[in-house]
């Protein structure tokens, strides 16, 4: 956008990675829903396009706000007129430091996954946002104890309903076949052999285990356990374990009664609610911290309660000529009220649109509108093999208890859920091919009064679009 903008000024990305992440196969679904795939591209390929972009690949070690200069991790330093920071978050690990805690957050770390579970029986998954749900779903062959802390799966994009109608797809043996994916894969020469855990990868794309054999070592195709309201208490290495003379559980079967564990495991997880499983190792998928480290140094941020750079509504950050677009940034403005910040990738590529944007306009000094994409939430993605729309407050997000919930569910096919408040909509989770999305959309945006409609809202007899086109 920038570099649109500006033909002939230079504009430098600074990455750690030798690849770039690019859109691609965008496609606008509705006024405010994208759908779109994530593809791993040399930076090279940018360049090309652009010829006033040059892409420098190293870290970043520190930001002199007052000199307008950033100081690079291979020694050199750069001057900026003005300076954008798009440096994402990082996987929020449940214990840093031992080496059977997996974090996943990137395509580099998704693929030490891979490789550890290929020889891998049993895992605990800990978490319960997107990143786990997939996980969890996607792995055949291996056992999965999954433990979160809430009383049903998905919280972060669900309710207890959406749970339930969702659980009977992990259970199920026969599986589909998904559909193909699109991403392809740049390794850079000579990247592979190098350990690059510590190195920050981008975010995962909305399709990200696609094209990943998530298959273990046993022959089987899906065991899941599910440990609800708990968290990690403790990890213990096989030794300590042993010195601590407990007891560790086997896989828990239909009936009831959990025999204790015969077999010896690298690792043990001990539950809060008292339980011990021993496994190969520990996901730990539970969400993500702003990465602002680098930045803070000598300079004097605003930073959000959320660990993230503070931002006003034309991404600002509070010190003069710098920006920040994505997981880094913390939404400081005041919200529509049917929009709220979430880290995810669709955000993440309309802030970044934005402030690009925004940086242009001050530059020029032109006035800029907010855009558009802050108006409502809207995010499309895929859980189960099912599309999953998930509109505005969606799960009451802030509606306090002045709010109702009106239901729809086809078992195995649909389960629609709208959030009304005072007659009008305040959101909506979509599951399924509802063909809903762009009505209820409107519905949401227009904050026309519903009252009248009452339960017919969602009589499935009656078309709803032609009432509200």
Known sequence: KLALEFPSEDIFLVTASPVIKAITNFKQVSKTLEEFDVEEQPASLLEKRYPNIKVIQSGVKQ???DDHKIFTEDGKEYMYEKLCLCAGAKPKLIFEGNPYVLGIRDTDSAQAFQKNLAQAERI???GNG????ELVYEIQGCEVIWAIKDRAIGNTFFDAGAAEFLIPKLTAEKRETPIECKRT????EGS???ERSDKLGSALGPDWHEGLHLKGAKEFSHKVHIEILCEV???HLQQEFIQLQRTSLTFPKEEKNVEPDEVLWPVYVELTNGKIYGCDFIVSATGVVPNVKPFLDGNNFAVGEDGGLKVDKHMHTSLPDIYAAGDICTASWEPSPVWHQMRLWTQARQMGWYAAKCMAADTLGESIDTDFS???FAHVTKFFNYKVVVLGKYNAQGLGLDHELMLRCTKGQEYVKVVMQNGRMMGAVLIGETDLEETFENLILNQ???SAYGEDLLNPDIDIEDYFD
């Open 63 to 65: 930001l002199k706000s």
């Open 124 to 126: 605990v998954v800990v």
């Open 130 to 133: 997107g990143i786990a749900l």
């Open 185 to 188: 894969k740049y390794t850079m």
């Open 192 to 194: 592979e052999g190098k």
């Open 233 to 235: 208490k403790k990890i």
């Open 374 to 376: 802050f108006e409502l």
């Open 448 to 450: 026309m009064d519903l």
